[in-house]
């Protein structure tokens, strides 16, 4: 691996990764939390057939945002631990950006800071242990 091996190898070219990035991209766990609240769940009960689609779209995973070219596809995938893993991180509530903007000490004017709720301790079972 001389000079000239390395000078053709495409590893450090920047728009070659950015477009595999954008080609892999898939929806964010809070778009997808969205998807399957009851009142957007009805978009993916019945798709309507598109053909530029796998499977004319009629196979769809609502948890990973895939469309799979067979019933016995979408099933061997939901079996999968890559599906099983995207669904235990859906049972999390995903953050509200009111959250985010009291995490960095962003905060309206006509809202309050939440107290944190302590539990005091009794002294009598301390004093005895």
Same mark, same amino acid.
């Given at each position: 691996?001389?000079?000239?091996?390395?000078?053709?190898?495409?590893?450090?070219?920047?728009?070659?990764?950015?477009?595999?990035?954008?080609?892999?991209?898939?929806?964010?766990?809070?778009?997808?939390?969205?998807?399957? $609240?009851?009142?957007?769940? &009805? !978009?993916?009960?019945?798709?309507? #057939?598109?053909? @530029?689609?796998?499977? =004319?779209?009629?196979?769809?995973?609502?948890?990973?945002?895939?469309?799979?070219?067979?019933?016995?596809?979408?099933?061997?995938? $939901?079996?999968?631990?890559? &599906? !099983?893993?995207?669904?235990?991180? #859906?049972?999390? @509530?995903?953050?509200? =950006?009111?959250?985010?903007?009291?995490?960095?000490?962003?905060?309206?004017?006509?809202?309050?800071?939440?107290?944190?709720?302590?539990?005091?301790?009794?002294?009598?079972?301390?004093?005895?242990?």
């Amino acid at each position: 691996m001389g000079r000239l091996r390395r000078s053709r190898v495409h590893k450090g070219i920047r728009d070659i990764q950015r477009k595999y990035r954008t080609k892999r991209y898939m929806r964010d766990i809070d778009q997808i939390h969205g998807d399957i $609240q009851p009142e957007n769940s &009805h !978009k993916f009960e019945k798709p309507e #057939l598109d053909p @530029e689609l796998p499977g =004319q779209g009629q196979f769809y995973c609502i948890q990973c945002a895939k469309h799979y070219i067979n019933q016995e596809s979408l099933s061997e995938h $939901q079996k999968g631990k890559i &599906h !099983k893993k995207r669904v235990k991180l #859906l049972k999390d @509530e995903p953050y509200s =950006q009111a959250e985010a903007d009291a995490a960095a000490g962003l905060q309206r004017a006509d809202t309050k800071p939440k107290k944190a709720k302590t539990e005091a301790m009794d002294v009598s079972e301390t004093a005895t242990a």
